[in-house]
């Protein structure tokens, strides 16, 4: 005769279900695990390539040195053009109400999406001798194309939108009480905007000029494509990493621990800045 089939308990349906809820329950911290190994491990492994003291001897090259001042330079020029030029398209986008807004705001996000090196033929089309704007140029005896100033068009096209868009949510934050109070005492839009929109907005235009910095810092496909490697002249930090990386990977190891390091740091003062309590 065949044995009679045991039916399940609820005894036994309860333990069942309490395996499958703490087998779930532990995906998410196995799967965050994970994916915080991969991005820990990468950086990990530049920082512990070197001893402390040679990645110090091989900060000192001249190769390095020069790599870094160029960057540092470019990057600060090309945040402080992109901050001038993009606060008043900033401010239109947050204030007004337009045909082709919509539009407008795919066109100032899409070089964030864009492939860099894309971005560089782009460039390179635009400016470039035979390029739309190149020609006029060149009559004017203007070459940009492989000289510094493509480094910093390049830097500017990839990291503008960061400014924008942080700039822009800066400004839609600002209370319209204070906009209906300054036009009530017949303030001027340039009085109303430097000194109730600016002040207002002023921690969202600090992030967005440090993560457009940021960004320029650390650009490569764009400038490489449009400015190419020129030691002293366009040779970039990301660059320089790149061309040590196939002779001297010490060297490339030190350039990309200065750009963590760089990098980590402006982070870090960001969230500590936003953490901040405001009066």
Wanted: glycine letters at 8%; aromatic letters at 6%; a positive charge.
């Amino acid at each position: 005769m065949r044995p009679p089939s045991r039916l399940p308990t609820p005894e036994s349906r309860g333990r069942h279900a309490r395996g499958w809820s703490a087998a779930l329950t532990g995906l998410p911290a196995v799967g965050g695990a994970v994916f915080l190994v991969l991005l820990v491990l990468p950086m990990l492994s530049l920082v512990i390539r070197l001893p402390p003291g040679d990645l110090l001897s091989r900060l000192g090259q001249p190769l390095i040195v020069q790599a870094l001042r160029l960057s540092l330079e470019t990057s600060i020029v090309s945040t402080m053009a992109v901050t001038i030029l993009g606060l008043p398209l900033a401010h239109l986008l947050a204030m007004r109400q337009f045909p082709g807004k919509r539009l407008l705001e795919v066109l100032i996000d899409l070089p964030m999406v864009l492939p860099p090196t894309v971005a560089g033929v782009g460039l390179l089309l635009a400016f470039g001798r035979a390029g739309t704007l190149g020609r006029a140029l060149s009559a004017l005896g203007v070459t940009i194309p492989f000289t510094t100033l493509a480094v910093i068009l390049a830097q500017m096209f990839v990291a503008g939108p960061f400014l924008v868009n942080s700039a822009r949510a800066g400004f839609e934050e600002v209370d319209t009480k204070y906009l209906r109070a300054a036009a009530t005492l017949r303030a001027s839009p340039a009085y109303t905007f430097l000194r109730i929109v600016l002040p207002l907005s002023l921690p969202s235009l600090v992030a967005g000029a440090a993560m457009t910095w940021a960004r320029a810092l650390g650009e490569f496909g764009a400038t490489i494509t449009f400015a190419g490697n020129f030691p002293g002249r366009t040779q970039t930090m990301p660059l320089a990493v790149y061309e040590a990386l196939q002779s001297d990977v010490d060297a490339a190891v030190a350039l990309s621990v200065m750009l963590l390091l760089v990098s980590a740091g402006l982070l870090l003062t960001l969230r500590t800045v936003s953490a901040a309590p405001r009066r």
